[in-house]
């Protein structure tokens, strides 16, 4: 007896409803190493309009492995060559699952509430507590063009503590 299949992976991509300036990619089921080429052939499709915003919904993925990550990290980087902005919403367990915390917060995922978007705060390793602990924005390094290259992230524990995100 074969073993159930996973759901086989899709990528659709749509207007994003009231935003005409952004676009979406509804992601669902394996995001993996077979998936990747398709997922990054989405967002090369939502980027030919060159919207503003891509948003990645991945409420609807039932597993990703590290080619999957690498995968939406290289996503990242086409939007940001073309200044667009990639947004993960919805990132299911599966998806959060895997996501180291300094991936999460590039990607825009708070990977311990599985949340994404305008979420005011990370939990993330602070150096001085010991502790994972929750960090609200802080400070900004920005280049010379205005695009940051650093986003600094503060502890709100204790007082000594920054984070790299």
Do not use: Y
């Not at 990619?25 to 989405?42: C, F, K, M």
């Not at 311990?112 to 602070?126: D, F, K």
């Amino acid at each position: 007896m074969r073993p159930p299949r996973s759901p086989a992976f899709s990528a659709s991509v749509r207007a994003r409803g009231a935003d005409p300036n952004g676009a979406c990619v509804d992601v669902a089921g394996d995001l993996d190493l077979e998936a990747r080429g398709l997922l990054e052939a989405a967002v090369i499709t939502c980027l030919h309009a060159r919207p503003p915003r891509v948003l990645l919904d991945l409420h609807r993925v039932t597993f990703m492995d590290c080619a999957g990550t690498k995968g939406l990290l290289a996503c990242r980087v086409r939007a940001a060559a073309q200044d667009a902005r990639l947004v993960v919403v919805e990132p299911s367990i599966a998806v959060t699952r895997v996501l180291t915390p300094e991936v999460a917060v590039v990607l825009g995922v708070d990977a311990a509430s599985g949340t994404s978007g305008s979420v005011p705060s990370r939990r993330l390793e602070c150096v001085p507590c010991g502790r994972r602990t929750p960090h609200v924005v802080g400070e900004q390094t920005v280049g010379t063009d205005g695009r940051v290259l650093v986003q600094w992230w503060r502890c709100t524990e204790c007082e000594e503590g920054n984070a790299i995100g």
